[in-house]
């Protein structure tokens, strides 16, 4: 039986200044075969957290216990306050409009132009005049660089050009938190950089709070170390600073729990044997 503390209503105020995502104590299971035990973690607003593992290990599982499309068994999940793992389905929907999510395969409607696929939450959930909506479509659309690519469809497309498709999808309702589940999985280093570049231009220019699942080690070194600069109108993305470098914090789960939390500096430097094997066949340099 799946077994829920009681955590009070928090404030408007207590809402503001709260984490934008906490697990406390959190565990979840398919029958017999336990996923996560006894998880806690807390992302801050505004922060960037790239949480790695092998395959199988729970990591979309917990974007989806973040989403509230699954529940958990046991602890307590809240976002932006607000107790997840406790709300109806009526009051999931209204929780889930200030979340992006970017699914593994892009999941865009193939039926659809890019411009509508990228507008298809504002047009279904919103009450936005139209004009409105287009006019956000073709904001979304000029900062992931495919202002002119509105009324192709998916299908004339790459694939990376696709996952920016997705990205712009995710935050074209100007969400607080954006959940990425594994973004360059199947692309070229090429190309999985151009979406990389994307992640940085959102953390760094929009302020999101982002978690990035990920098992492309190299990608996710590259966000970390990486920052978006606007100089006389124009976008570019430069090396960061250690200090901004160091900001950018890594999770790694393995064997249900959170084994390691720090920086990616840290992650390298671990004399932690699963992790060192884990690592072994990526380490710098890329």
Known sequence: MKQ?????????????????????????????????????????????????????????????????????????????????????????????GNIGMLFQESALFDSLTVAENVGYRLYEETDLPVDQVRDRVDEVMGFVGLAEFGDRMPSALSGGQRRRVAIARAMAAKPSLLLFDDPTTGLDPVIATTVDDEIVKLRDLEQVTSIVVTHQIRD???????????????????????????????????????????????????????????????LPPW
């Open 4 to 96: 829920h503390a009681e955590t009070p209503t928090l404030t408007a105020t207590d809402q503001a200044t709260a984490p934008a995502v906490v697990f406390d104590k959190v565990s979840f299971a398919f029958d017999d075969h336990v996923i996560l035990r006894e998880i806690s973690l807390s992302i801050p607003k505004g922060s960037m957290s790239i949480l790695l593992g092998a395959s199988g290990s729970g990591k979309s599982i917990l974007l989806r216990l973040i989403m509230g499309l699954l529940r958990p068994d046991s602890g307590a999940i809240l976002v932006d306050g607000q107790r997840v793992d406790q709300m109806t389905e009526h009051d999931l929907l209204g929780l889930r």
């Open 220 to 282: 996710a070194y590259y966000v970390a170390r990486q920052e978006a600069v606007t100089e006389n109108g124009q976008t570019r993305i430069v090396p960061a600073s250690d200090g901004k470098a160091a900001q950018t914090r890594f999770m790694v789960l393995h064997d249900g729990q959170i084994l390691f939390e720090g920086s990616g500096t840290a992650l390298l430097a671990s004399q932690d044997a699963y992790l060192k094997e884990f690592l072994f066949m990526t």
